[in-house]
């Protein structure tokens, strides 16, 4: 069965039918962040089809800004999304769960409360809009690492036009393509429902990779003819 988590604001909890139920003389939605998580797996579904999920609320003090800013940034760098002021969900996973625990200690610790629940998104249209509102996300983020491709793509074009093929200059475009890797690999790690964008990110890393892969043969050609 549900056990209601300890906490002042421990006021919410669930019905028969998996949605919370709040006691408006003690719980105020504008001053917390909602977690509803895990629309994904398939075990884990109700009788409607939709999958159940997990609710975090946390509640802080405005003062000091910087620790609520902090722990905002805290859930988007977990790959929360935010439908309106105060509303933040997250899918469930065991990951986030001992993460989320961590916050909600946090949180504690600033003053402020926090409460974990589980729910069910009310039927399938409600469980598409939360989906599509992730892979937006992410697909934002897979449009700022296009940009970045593309930057790459010409700064290789730049060296090869000025016929600049030295191993420092090809050492420079490696770490760049490092660092692309490695960007892309974050974007991929919170990319919980395959976003539009993210084979297009994944061809485009590939093809920075072979560019660079034909500008470094004309670094070791134009080294050979220097010798």
């Not at 006021?11 to 709040?22: H, K, S, Y």
């Not at 935010?82 to 997250?90: A, E, T």
């Not at 010409?154 to 490696?174: C, G, M, Q, S």
Request: aromatic content about 8%; hydrophobic content about 40%; some cysteine.
């Amino acid at each position: 069965g549900h056990r209601e988590p300890a906490g002042r604001a421990a006021r919410a909890r669930l019905a028969g039918d998996g949605q919370p139920v709040r006691n408006p003389a003690t719980f105020q939605p504008e001053d917390v962040w909602w977690c509803p998580q895990c629309w994904q797996k398939p075990a884990a579904t109700s009788s409607t089809g939709c999958a159940r999920g997990a609710i975090s609320a946390f509640k802080v003090p405005p003062e000091p800004a910087k620790k609520r800013v902090a722990l905002w940034r805290r859930l988007k760098g977990m790959g929360g999304i935010y439908l309106q002021n105060g509303v933040c969900l997250l899918p469930k996973t065991d990951d986030h769960a001992r993460r989320l625990k961590i916050l909600e200690n946090e949180a504690t610790r600033m003053g402020g409360d926090a409460v974990l629940l589980e729910t069910v998104a009310l039927d399938r249209a409600q469980e598409t809009k939360v989906i599509d509102r992730f892979k937006a996300d992410r697909d934002e983020q897979y449009r700022e690492f296009l940009l970045r491709c593309d930057d790459f793509d010409a700064e290789i074009a730049r060296e090869t036009a000025a016929a600049h093929f030295t191993y420092a200059e090809l050492e420079e475009n490696d770490v760049d393509l490092k660092k692309l890797r490695l960007w892309l690999e974050k974007i991929r790690k919170l990319d919980f429902y395959e976003a539009d964008l993210a084979a297009v990110a994944q061809q485009r890393l590939a093809g920075c990779t072979a560019l660079l892969d034909a500008y470094a043969q004309r670094v070791y050609d134009a080294q050979d003819e220097n010798r």
